[in-house]
C-alpha cells in the first residue's frame, strides 16, 4: 500500500493563519510589527529561493522583513558587522544568516557568525546558548528545520512517546536539534552518520525514521522497516537525464517535470519508499514549507520575549 502522504504545504498554510493573529496583536501593542532581518552573502540559487520564500512568508503574516546583501567575496568582518548592526537595531527582533556562507570566509566562519548574532533575536537556534539551552529543554528559539519536522508529526497526530526514533545526519542545523527534540518527546533516539556501521539496519528498526543526509535517494526500500513514518529533510536538484532515470520511472510525472523545466527536485529518500513507508513527507511541499512557517514562529516568540 501508498504510504500516507504528510502534506506540508497544507500544515504550514494553516500554522501561518494561526500566526498572523499574533503578529497583529504584536503590532497593536507595541506600535511596530515583529521584525525579521535576513543576512544572504553570497549567490546560491537555492540560498535566494529559500530566503524568498522566508522573507515573503514573514511579510505576508504582517511582520516586517528586510534583507541585507553581501557579495560573495565579502569578508567575515563584513558579515560581522552585519549582525551587529542588526542586534542594535531595535525594530528587528529575529534574525537569520543564510547557511551556506561563501567559502571564502574561512572555516569556521558561520559558527562565528552565528554566535555573533544576538541570542534573544536567534530565530534560527544556532547560537551556542540556545543549542546549550535546547539540550537543556529550556530553549525559547529552536532550528527550524528541526521544530518544523515535529510540528508535522504532532499536527499528523503520529506518536512519538515510546517510539524508536532514527535521525540520519548529525548536523548542528539538523540532525543533533532533531534528535533532541525526540528525545524531549520521549522517544528512544538513534543518530546514524557517515561512519555508522550497517546503517541500513540500524535506520530499519525506526518507528520514525528521519532523513537528513543531503545525498539524493540515499534511503532506500532497504532502510525502511514496513509502516514506519519517514520524514525527509532533503532537498536535492536532478539536472542530468540519466540521474532522473536512476531514481524515476518513464512516463512518471517526475520524469515529465524533468522535460518541461530541465531539473526535479528530489530529497534523501528514494521514491520506491513510498512502497514500504507508512507515512512520508513529499519532496517539495514537505519539511520545506514548515521550516518557513517556524522562521515566522521563532520571529514573534522573539519579538515576544523581548518585550517582556
Ligand atoms: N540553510 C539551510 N537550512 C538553513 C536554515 O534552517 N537556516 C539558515 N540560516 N540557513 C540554512
Known sequence: MAARRLDGTAVAARIREE??????????????????????????????????????????AGCKAALFRLDESASLDEALATVRSLNADDTIDGILVQSPLPAGMGKGAEQQVFDAVDP???????????????????????????????????????????????????????????????????????????????????????????????????????????????????INRLDTADDVARFFAEGSAKRRQFAEKGSVLIGDVHPEVEEVAGALTPVPGGVGPLTIAMVLRNTIAAAEARAQ
Not at 521584525?35 to 546560491?44: I, K, T, Y
Not at 512519538?160 to 542545523?173: K, L, P, Q, T, Y
Not at 525526540?182 to 550497517?198: E, K, P
Not at 537528513?212 to 514496513?226: D, E, L, Q, S
Open 120 to 234: 534573544a533575536k536567534d530565530v534560527d537556534g544556532f547560537h551556542a546558548i540556545n543549542a546549550g539551552l535546547l539540550v537543556q529543554k529550556r530553549a525559547t528559539l529552536v532550528a527550524c528545520t528541526p521544530l518544523g519536522c515535529i510540528e508535522l508529526l504532532e499536527r499528523e497526530a503520529i506518536p512519538i512517546a515510546g517510539r524508536h526514533a532514527v535521525v540520519i545526519g548529525r548536523s548542528d542545523i539538523v540532525g543533533k536539534p532533531m534528535a533532541l527534540l525526540l528525545l524531549h518527546r520521549d522517544a528512544t533516539v538513534t543518530i546514524c552518520h557517515s561512519r555508522t556501521t550497517d546503517l541500513p539496519a540500524m535506520a530499519r528498526q525506526a518507528d520514525i525514521l528521519v532523513a537528513a543526509i543531503g545525498r539524493p535517494g540515499f534511503v532506500t526500500k532497504a532502510f525502511v522497516k514496513p509502516g514506519a513514518t519517514v520524514i525527509d529533510v532533503g
Open 19 to 60: 500566526l498572523a493573529p499574533k503578529a497583529a496583536a504584536f503590532a497593536a501593542r507595541h506600535g511596530r510589527p515583529p521584525g525579521l532581518g535576513v543576512v544572504l552573502a553570497g549567490s546560491s540559487a537555492a540560498s535566494e529561493i529559500y530566503v524568498r520564500n522566508k522573507l515573503k512568508t514573514v511579510a505576508e
